[in-house]
């Protein structure tokens, strides 16, 4: 059991922290910091320079603590969050991946979750500094929060746009097809 744990750790929490890591810089594919804030305006968020820094910190933070099994329940709460604000962004497109839906950030909220609810196994920072495990009260508003905060984030982050833009982003989503 602790090494599939220590598995699930390692790839959802590095990927997280990829993800983080593009979002502020031109490493792992990144269109650096310029680029996330240009993606962030594009998907209809407001404050720029600052979310793109805020999201990508938030990410790399959150997978490189559920990578190493520390802080665990906050950890996922935490990559729950940015997650599910990258879902509401890709909502409209569908579930699947293929059509960039939300298949994938769905997965990595499920997968912090349920590495919440179990722990982080033996092979973990939370067992060498003896915090496991994790009490339900702990771990029931963590995984309620992540996604509530994301979807907060989006909603006071969120810019509304104009009708010309959406008719102009329509036109080009088409034209892509």
């Not at 935490?78 to 699947?96: E, N, P």
């Amino acid at each position: 059991m602790n090494a599939g744990l220590l598995l699930l750790r390692l790839v959802a929490g590095l990927l997280i922290a990829g993800h983080g890591v593009q979002k502020v810089s031109f490493r792992l594919g990144g269109h650096g910091l310029a680029g996330g804030t240009e993606e962030f305006r594009q998907d209809g968020f407001r404050g720029g320079r600052l979310t793109a820094v805020v999201a990508g910190a938030s990410q790399i933070g959150a997978g490189l603590f559920l990578t190493a099994g520390l802080l665990t329940p906050l950890a996922a709460m935490a990559a729950m969050g940015v997650m599910t604000v990258a879902g509401t962004v890709k909502r409209d497109k569908g579930l699947w991946v293929q059509n960039d839906g939300y298949e994938y950030p769905m997965v990595l909220v499920a997968v912090s979750a349920g590495l919440a609810l179990t722990g982080p196994g033996g092979w973990s920072l939370d067992r060498a500094l003896g915090l496991t495990p994790w009490p339900l009260w702990v771990v029931l508003p963590a995984i309620v929060a992540g996604p509530v905060s994301g979807l907060l984030t989006r909603l006071v982050l969120h810019r509304p746009s104009a009708p010309a833009e959406r008719k102009e982003r329509k036109r080009y989503a088409q034209a892509a097809d």
